[in-house]
Antibody, heavy 118, light 109 residues
């Protein structure tokens, strides 16, 4: 079955960097883009952007340009989100999600909690 | 890209219906038939309930239905059940990007 498995929780100090992973299985990895979604504590969902898993081309939402970088390694069906110069306001759960297909199939990772605190 | 506007809360008794609105612009909701609805229970990842305005993925009960008129999309949950109590988010394609709604907490009284 289609599954996305994300890396574990991270605790980082302000100014540090973090790289999250999202490993896909159960389908052809390069067929569907992967989206990243942020959810701050007690807040709603924010679309951060997506990466074309066939070409590697990323698209970033306006609020997520500069410190946020999507990348991928097709050899292990894995997408990455790197966040640099971490701030307290980056504290959130970060989800990866596969693009919805024509039959309504999609998949979400379990989420990775990133806590930024001194 | 501004978030789509949803009411903060909605409620209904078991067996009743509740409808949640999702208002955007002609650049997102009104411009494309790519509106999705997600259900999120506390501590869980979102779950797709409706895609392409009104289509239901396999396994989603037919109590859930979606529609769109102009710049506003709607999700209706008929025959409310206790397990429908959750947060609901709409999302829309916006021409090269995507945007979520502000979220609605549905309470089953």
């Amino acid at each position: 079955q289609v599954q996305l498995v994300q890396s574990g929780s991270e605790l980082k100090k302000p100014g540090a960097s973090v790289k999250l992973s999202c490993k896909a299985s159960g389908y052809t990895f390069t067929r569907y883009p992967i989206h990243w979604v942020r959810q701050a504590p007690g807040q709603g969902l924010e679309w951060m952007g997506c990466i074309n898993t066939n070409t590697g081309n990323p698209i970033y939402a306006q609020a997520f340009t500069g410190r946020f970088v999507f990348s991928l390694d097709t050899s292990v069906s894995t997408t990455y989100l790197q966040i640099s110069s971490l701030k307290a306001e980056d504290t959130a759960i970060y989800y990866c999600a596969r693009e919805i297909d024509t039959d309504g199939g999609d998949s979400w990772g379990q989420g990775t909690l990133v806590t930024v605190s001194s | 890209q501004s978030a789509l506007t949803q009411p903060p809360s909605a409620s209904g008794s078991p067996g009743q219906s509740v409808t949640i609105s999702c208002t955007g612009t002609s650049s997102d909701v009104g411009g494309y038939n790519y509106v999705s609805w997600f259900q999120q229970h506390p501590g869980k990842a979102p779950k797709l309930m409706i895609y392409e305005v009104s289509k239901r993925p396999s396994g989603v009960p037919d109590r859930f239905s979606g529609s769109k008129s102009g710049n506003t999309a709607s999700l209706t949950v008929s025959g409310l059940q206790a397990e429908d109590e959750a947060d609901y988010y709409c999302a829309s394609y916006a021409g090269g990007s995507n945007v979520f709604g502000t979220g609605t907490r549905v309470t089953v009284l």
